[in-house]
């Protein structure tokens, strides 16, 4: 009977140490994982979104878009394909204001631009173009650059004052949180004050574009997938010439884009037709 008692107090002892093993395991087992559900609500904050996003942008080498709204000067659709690095190229195609079903397209490459339809083109090399015209051009051909960094996107809207998480969304067969939160031109400003030379710069460009149309505030929506790339990022604006109201589709990242120049037999070059010009007059 002694024998069997102190088999059987064994055997309990042994089950509660089992039992405390057992619970001492499953505490430290749900630790890291509580501390890894608190980590990842804490990544699902507006301004982490935001700020991860603008960290990812940093590291794009190239970007494909669609856009499409409505500017005071009328509808706007078109596709964009840009390479950033190592060098600057883009193409990109609009539809025509001017005649419906039909596009203009750009490129931009090795410091050409061509602008032109139908298979005809102009040629601005901005290479043999006085300093101020081509500073122009390349300003322009650069605009849309500039308007449609998605890092530059995720900086203004962290200067919102009521950005928030609307929920997460679906676009385009990704899965995708949206924020959404307005911002005054002043606050753009303050932000781009901060920057590095070259981000200012573009940014400034950005800034002065809103200017001209008159808007001061800007209403935004961003969508960001689960890579921390902006998918989508809707723009809103009431200016002193209208509404502007823009919607940019990201569609693909860091793929090949490769821009030519259009076959020389369609190409006009604008500095050779007018050194032409210059002798005939001459």
């Known amino acids: 009977m002694g024998g069997a008692t102190a088999c059987e107090n064994g055997d309990k002892g042994d089950k509660k140490d089992s039992g405390k093993a057992a619970a001492t395991a499953s505490a430290s087992a749900s630790a890291p994982a509580s501390a890894a559900a608190g980590?990842?609500?804490?990544?699902?904050?507006?301004?982490?979104?935001?700020?991860?996003?603008?960290?990812?942008?940093?590291?794009?080498?190239?970007?494909?878009?669609?856009?499409?709204?409505?500017?005071?000067?009328?509808?706007?659709?078109?596709?964009?394909?840009?390479?950033?690095?190592?060098?600057?190229?883009?193409?990109?195609?609009?539809?025509?204001?001017?005649?419906p079903g039909q596009t203009v397209e750009m490129r931009l490459v090795a410091g050409a631009m061509y602008i032109g339809a139908e298979g005809k083109w102009l040629k601005f090399d901005l290479k043999s173009m006085d300093p101020k015209s081509a500073a122009k051009l390349d300003a322009a051909g650069k605009g849309t650059q500039n308007a449609e960094n998605p890092g530059d996107k995720a900086n203004a809207l962290l200067q919102s004052k009521d950005v928030k998480l609307v929920g997460e969304e679906?676009?385009?067969?990704?899965?995708?949180?949206?924020?959404?939160?307005?911002?005054?031109?002043?606050?753009?400003?303050?932000?781009?004050?901060?920057?590095?030379?070259?981000?200012?710069?573009?940014?400034?460009?950005?800034?002065?574009?809103?200017?001209?149309?008159?808007?001061?505030?800007?209403?935004?929506?961003?969508?960001?997938?689960?890579?921390?790339?902006?998918?989508?990022?809707?723009?809103?604006?009431?200016?002193?010439?209208?509404?502007?109201?823009?919607?940019?589709?990201?569609?693909?990242?860091?793929?090949?884009?490769?821009?030519?120049?259009?076959?020389?037999?369609?190409v006009v070059d604008l500095a050779e037709m007018m050194k032409g010009s210059g002798e005939g007059s001459a």
């Open 170 to 266: 679906t676009v385009d067969g990704q899965k995708t949180k949206h924020l959404a939160g307005t911002l005054t031109l002043d606050q753009m400003k303050t932000a781009a004050a901060s920057e590095d030379q070259a981000t200012k710069d573009r940014r400034e460009k950005t800034l002065q574009e809103l200017e001209k149309q008159g808007i001061t505030s800007l209403t935004m929506d961003m969508w960001i997938d689960e890579g921390n790339h902006a998918k989508q990022v809707r723009t809103r604006g009431q200016g002193t010439k209208g509404a502007t109201d823009m919607t940019i589709k990201f569609t693909d990242y860091n793929k090949p884009v490769d821009v030519q120049a259009p076959p020389a037999d369609q």
């Open 39 to 99: 980590k990842g609500a804490a990544a699902a904050t507006p301004v982490a979104l935001l700020e991860g996003t603008k960290k990812t942008s940093e590291e794009i080498t190239s970007l494909q878009y669609s856009m499409s709204g409505t500017t005071p000067d009328g509808a706007v659709t078109g596709e964009v394909s840009m390479a950033l690095k190592p060098a600057l190229a883009m193409a990109m195609k609009l539809a025509s204001p001017d005649s």
